[in-house]
C-alpha cells in the first residue's frame, strides 16, 4: 500500500524560528570535500514533511557521507542544509545536539549492544535523555515493542533475534524519543526478499503511525519504487535524478535506468506500488509474505 499524501506534521518542538510551511529538510549546492576528495560536488534535495524519501547510488557515491551531513555528525564543506527552516550551520554544539535528538537513525547492522537484551537496548537512550522511572521506561518498551509486532522478547538478547526482528527492536529504540526524523541506513540489506518487502512494510506503517518524515538510504530499487514519495538518485557526488516514482519512470535518464535494470527491474509498470484499483490484491499480497516472514522469524538461521 502506498500513501501518497503526507500525514498531518509532527506538532511537537519545531527549531527556534522553524518555518513550518516549507519543506522538512532542504539540501542546497551542497559540497563535501576530504583532503583533495571530493565526495559530495552538488547535491540539492526538498523533503516533504512526513514524506518518506529513499537516496539510492551505487556504492562510494556518497551516500552515507550525505546521511552524516543531514544528520549534524559532518559539517558541509559549502552549500547549506535546513531543518524545518533553520540552517543547521547556524547551530552551536549545544542547540546542534539538541536538534539531533528530534532524528532517530536506524543504523545499517541495527547496531544492538550485544551484551543487553532487548528492554535494555530499546531503553537506552531514555535512561540517558529523561528522567523518567525505570517502571515507566519499561512499560514505553513494552508498548513500542508491541506496536511493532514484538512480544514477549525483552529478555532475549541480539544473538537470539532473527534478521528481521533485530531490525524492528532498532527501529523501537529510535521511536523512543518520538523523532520528527528517522533516517534508515541501508534498512534490508543482507534481509531476504520476504523480510526486506515486510521492512518496507515496517517503514511505511512508521510513517503512518507516527507521522515521521523518514529518509532512506538504499540499494534495494524494487523496495524505493514501492515505498518513496521521492527517489534521489546520487552518483558521483550529486543527485542526477529526482522526483516520485512515476515522474522518475516517465523520464529518460540515462543513469537512471541503468540503476534500474542492474537492480533487476525490467518491467517498469510491474514495479511502482500500484493504484487503489490493485489495493485488494497487493493487500493479499502482504498477507502471504506476513506469513511466509512469519515462518522465517520462527526460524532465526533462515533470515541471517
Ligand atoms: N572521513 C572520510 N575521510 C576520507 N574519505 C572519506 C571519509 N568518509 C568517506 N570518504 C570517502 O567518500 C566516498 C564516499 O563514501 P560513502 O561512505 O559516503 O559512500 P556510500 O555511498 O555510502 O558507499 P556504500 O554504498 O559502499 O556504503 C568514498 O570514496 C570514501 O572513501
Ligand atoms: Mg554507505
Do not use: C, W
Request: proline fraction near 4%.
Amino acid at each position: 500500500m502506498r500513501h501518497v499524501s503526507a500525514p498531518k506534521p509532527n506538532e511537537n518542538g519545531s527549531a527556534k524560528g522553524a518555518k513550518d510551511d516549507g519543506p522538512h529538510i532542504e539540501v542546497r549546492s551542497l559540497q563535501k570535500t576530504f583532503g583533495e576528495t571530493k565526495v559530495l560536488t552538488d547535491v540539492n534535495m526538498s523533503i516533504g514533511r512526513g514524506h518518506i524519501a529513499v537516496i539510492i547510488g551505487g556504492s562510494g557515491a556518497g551516500k552515507t557521507t550525505l546521511l552524516r551531513i543531514l544528520i549534524g555528525l559532518e559539517r558541509p564543506t559549502s552549500g547549506s542544509v535546513t531543518i524545518s527552516g533553520q540552517d543547521i550551520a547556524t547551530l552551536n554544539d549545544r542547540e546542534l545536539n539538541r536538534m539531533r535528538r528530534k532524528f532517530g537513525m536506524v543504523f545499517q547492522y541495527s547496531a544492538l549492544l550485544d551484551s543487553m537484551n532487548v528492554l535494555d537496548n530499546v531503553a537506552f537512550p531514555m535512561r540517558e535523555h529523561t528522567k523518567l522511572s525505570e517502571k515507566e521506561i519499561k512499560q514505553q518498551v513494552i508498548e513500542k515493542l508491541n506496536t511493532l509486532g514484538l512480544e514477549n522478547v525483552e529478555k532475549r538478547f541480539p544473538s537470539q533475534l532473527s534478521g528481521g526482528m533485530r531490525k524492528r527492536v532498532a527501529l523501537a529504540r529510535a521511536l523512543m524519543l518520538e523523532p520528527e526524523v528517522i533516517m534508515y541506513d541501508e534498512p534490508t540489506s543482507g534481509l531476504d526478499p520476504v523480510t526486506s518487502r515486510l521492512v518496507d512494510d515496517l517503514i511505511v506503517d512508521t510513517r503512518k503511525n507516527f507521522g515521521v518524515t523518514s529518509v532512506i538510504i538504499s540499494h534495494d530499487m524494487v523496495g524505493a519504487l514501492q515505498i518513496a514519495d521521492e527517489i534521489y538518485l546520487l552518483s558521483k557526488g550529486s543527485i542526477v535524478a529526482s522526483g516520485s516514482p512515476s515522474e522518475l519512470m516517465k523520464g529518460d535518464n540515462e543513469l537512471l535506468h541503468q540503476f534500474l535494470e542492474s537492480s533487476g527491474v525490467t518491467d517498469m509498470s510491474k514495479a511502482i506500488a500500484p493504484g487503489a484499483g490493485d489495493a485488494r490484491a497487493v493487500e493479499k499480497q502482504h498477507e502471504h509474505d506476513r506469513k511466509a516472514a512469519k515462518l522465517v522469524e520462527e526460524n532465526p538461521k533462515k533470515s541471517d
